[in-house]
C-alpha cells in the first residue's frame, strides 16, 4: 500500500514495516504530507514512545531526510483513503507485534522448564521458537524412536531412493509432518552462520551439485541425526564432536 501512495515511507524504513521505527512514525503521520511537515523533535519523541533508546537523534533525521525527498505522489483524491487504511494496519500490526511478544514470553518460560531445553537450544540455528516447535512436533518420549534413522525418518528431511534398471534417483519426502519440516529447514538455514560445521557441510553438498534447498534438506537432515545423539547421550551440542 505505500508503494502505492508513499514510496517515502518505504525509503525511511525499508523492510522493517512491522519494526517500532515504523509504527511509531506511521501512526502519527500516515499520509505523505503528514510525513514532510514532521519535526526532527516529534519523531524523537515518537521513537522514544515506541521504544527506541539509542541513536535517537542520528535516526530521526535519517528518517526526516527521507520522508521529506522527493517522491512519486499519489492522485489528491484517494490520499485519504489510503491513509485511512495506513492508520487502521498500524494499529493491527502493532497489537499483532505486542500480543507475538507474549506468546514468545509464554513459550520461553514453558519450554525453559522441560528437561530437555537446554539440549534443543544448544543446537545451531534453534532458539526458543524453534527449538520449542522441534521439540513440540517431535515428541518427549525417549523411545519413541528407535535409532536415529527413525527420526530423520519422521522429519521428512531423509531422502528417498528410486531405483530402476540402470536409472537412480533422490527425492524429496512429501509425505511428512510439515510444521517440524519447516522449523527444521529454518534451523538449517540460521545454522550456516551459526555453525562452521554446518557451512562445511553445506558448502560441500553445492559442490557436489546440490541446489540450494537440496543441500538445506542435507544439511537438516545431518542436524536431526546430530540432535538424536545429543538426546539419547544426555549431552549438549559440541561443535567439533559435531
Do not use: W
Request: with cysteine.
Amino acid at each position: 500500500m505505500l508503494r502505492e501512495f508513499y514510496p517515502a515511507a518505504l525509503v525511511a524504513f525499508g523492510e522493517d514495516l512491522a519494526g517500532r521505527d515504523a509504527l511509531a512514525v506511521l501512526a502519527i503521520a500516515p499520509i505523505p504530507e503528514q510525513g514532510k511537515a514532521l519535526s526532527r523533535t516529534r519523531i524523537e519523541a515518537a521513537l522514544r514512545h515506541g521504544g527506541r533508546q539509542r541513536n535517537l537523534a542520528s535516526t530521526a533525521q535519517r528518517i526526516l531526510s527521507a520522508l521529506r525527498s522527493e517522491q512519486l505522489a499519489a492522485r489528491p483524491g484517494v490520499v485519504g483513503a489510503y491513509g485511512a487504511s495506513v492508520r487502521a494496519l498500524v494499529a493491527v500490526i502493532t497489537e499483532l507485534v505486542r500480543q507475538t511478544a507474549v506468546l514468545e514470553a509464554e513459550v520461553g518460560a514453558s519450554f525453559g522448564r522441560h528437561p530437555d531445553a537446554e539440549i534443543y537450544l544448544s543446537q545451531p540455528g534453534l532458539g526458543t521458537v524453534l527449538g520449542a516447535r522441534v521439540l513440540a512436533e517431535f515428541g518427549d518420549d525417549p523411545h519413541r524412536y528407535a535409532d536415529t534413522r527413525a527420526r530423520k525418518n519422521y522429519s521428512g528431511m531423509s531422502p528417498i531412493t528410486r531405483a530402476s534398471g540402470t536409472k537412480r534417483v533422490v527425492l524429496a519426502r512429501h509425505t511428512r509432518n510439515r510444521r517440524l519440516a519447516d522449523a527444521l529447514y529454518h534451523q538449517a538455514f540460521t545454522a550456516l552462520n551459526a555453525s562452521p560445521g554446518a557451512r562445511g557441510y553445506y558448502d560441500r553438498q553445492r559442490a557436489r551439485g546440490a541446489t540450494h534447498h537440496q543441500a538445506l534438506r542435507a544439511l537438516s537432515n545431518r542436524l536431526v541425526g546430530i540432535l538424536h545423539g545429543c538426546l539419547r547421550h544426555h549431552q549438549t551440542y559440541d561443535e567439533t564432536t559435531a
